[in-house]
């Protein structure tokens, strides 16, 4: 098969387009026909070896997909050929004290798809029977990748954790990133007033569509004394962050008394410092989270199918190019994501 296979960190140039091995099912896997990889920011993370982890080389990057079951290994019994699934990017064990409690989002003894295992940048790929999400009918392949990790993120982030309700108002931070995106869409169906930030101002027509209320330019500066003032006062009730850096110095400032910030990403700043007489007067709570389960992304690829959430595609690649989707993700210059085809040429 053709797969893209990094030999080492460095520029877009690593991202070579190469024939490798094609995977065969052992005991309870499944060989997935991958029809639809997406671009996710730990993939440029990876590429340039800032993730954080010693990575092994060969390596074929990718944490999601979405295709049709191409063979199954002895002992699958939930899933045969020709059903339309997608891995959930946690490998869970299935077995661990966390697993058990269905928590297998935190599984004590996960692999990560396409980065402590081979990914997803690749024509096939191979997982277990019990890491798989069946596709609603009607959900394209290209939709169903797009969807399942900004949507499954923004909805454990905003509804699980967050526990938002109608009425309240959200702050969402970079409207154009994937979880940005989704975060604007699921607050809105929720119930919510919706405020998001955006780096420019050509992205506030885009952040209106997706029913975002109000959009602010974090650019601008002042962004706390804005909020305060579009909301009477009185401050918004959650802000999903996925920046970090000054932009959740920003969103403290922009809370209302018992407001909650749910973080899922630090790119702008991994470490910030936070007043502690704020927080407690103001009856603060910071979570972090990012790794949904397998029912929240189920339960938001069958709202896309439904037609309820839509995600948004920037621009489709064939694979083979994926040196210019990661071109077009480091120059900022995109609104929701961009998807990679394995077999378009
Ligand atoms: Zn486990």
Redesign the pocket.
Known sequence: MKAIVIRGYGEFDQLLWEEVPTPTPGFGEVIIRNHATGLNHCDTDLRRGLFGIEQQFPHVMGVDCAGVIDSVGPGVTEFKPGDRVSPHFVL?????R??QRGL?NI????DLLGITTWGTYAQFVKVKQHNLIRLPDGISFADAVAAQVPFATAWEALIEVGKLRAGETVLVNAAGSGVGSAGIQIAKLAGAHVIATTGADSKFAAARALGADDVLNYNSGNIPAKVMALTGGLGVDIVLDMVGGERLRDSIGALALGGRIVSVGAHGGEHVDIDMIELFRKHISIHGCGRSTRAMVAEVLGLVAAGKLKPVIHRQFPLSEAAAAHELMESRAFFGRMVMDPWQV
Request: hydrophobic share 15%; proline share 0%; with cysteine.
């Open positions: 869970s064990c299935g077995q661990c966390n697993c297998e599984c004590l003894k996960a």
